[in-house]
């Protein structure tokens, strides 16, 4: 098995996203590549900003149809929504919709008028997974709250992260994302991250000076949160560099479902691929 089933459609394809940036051809052709190659079963949807839709016109198979996610503001998604209700647009009837991902709220709002009307469009299309993006700042526990309850009332919606950028204040630490991380599991709630996991190990980027989460840490954190670990374990594993005990917790658990971490967007999908190569935990077969 090329791809253990606690990795499987682990990193969603954000290469059309800044900063990304490729062309919708060149990524809608790579990302078929991602998911044909013996790698493809990490790769889940291709993310595609909502106002840019219209660049994808033409580009996907109909004969092949290619899931896409939809990422941008709420008044731009809705207003793909509406026109998508009325039939599927000119061009784009190669794309199927898989997913849409909108923030609720920037830094320092009040996070709850945003997810209100979010899931709000999320009740009108039920069977279309909604991803709300919370700021890791005041409001966040009210937030997940409602979140949560809508998820238990039927609402196909999951909380979604950010953890890196191009500030430094974006990049919660340790502590502050283990600390959602065990929330989530305390309102039996999904969630996604999004920016900053380039590498599966905790490190430093020499460029900026910033230090980066590890998806791998994040893994492993959400495996310990979701087996009832406190956020003090949590964070110890977020903080650690070292991939020895890493890899060791989640070798014995390869084949398991990943619990409660829905998983990661990445610009460059070639990288998590890389990285968990690199660390023996995914491996093509060779046939015998």
Known sequence: ????????????????????????????????A??????????????????????????????????IGLVGELPVVR?????????????????????????VAKRGEDPIPGLTALLELARAWPTLPVYAEIPLTWGL???????????????????????????????????????VICACHERDL?????????????????????????????????????DGGEVVDVAQVLGNTDPVPLIEAVRPRRHDERPLWIGFSSTIVDDPVRDLGRLSLIHPVVPS
């Open 141 to 179: 526990s009210n937030a997940l709250d409602v979140v949560a309850e809508a998820r238990a009332a039927g609402v196909l919606v999951a909380a979604k992260f950010r953890t890196g950028g191009l500030a430094a204040e974006l990049f919660p630490t340790p502590v502050e994302l283990a600390a």
């Open 34 to 67: 991602h998911r044909a190659a013996w790698y493809g079963d990490l790769v889940g949807t291709l993310l595609v900003p909502a106002a840019d839709l219209d660049d994808l016109r033409g580009v996907p198979d109909p004969a092949d149809p290619l899931a």
């Open 190 to 226: 999904p969630f996604k991250l999004t920016s900053g996991l380039h590498h599966a190990i905790r490190h430093g980027d020499p460029d900026t000076g910033l230090t980066h989460h590890g998806f791998l840490n994040v893994l492993v954190g959400a495996l310990i949160a979701a």
């Open 1 to 32: 098995m090329s791809v253990p089933r606690l990795f499987r459609r682990m990193v969603d394809d954000a290469s059309v996203l800044p900063p990304g940036g490729a062309l919708p051809r060149q990524a809608v052709d790579e990302h078929r």
């Open 79 to 103: 207003a793909r929504l509406a026109k998508w209700a009325r039939g599927v647009p000119a061009g784009l009837d190669g794309a199927d919709l898989a997913q849409i991902e909108v923030p």
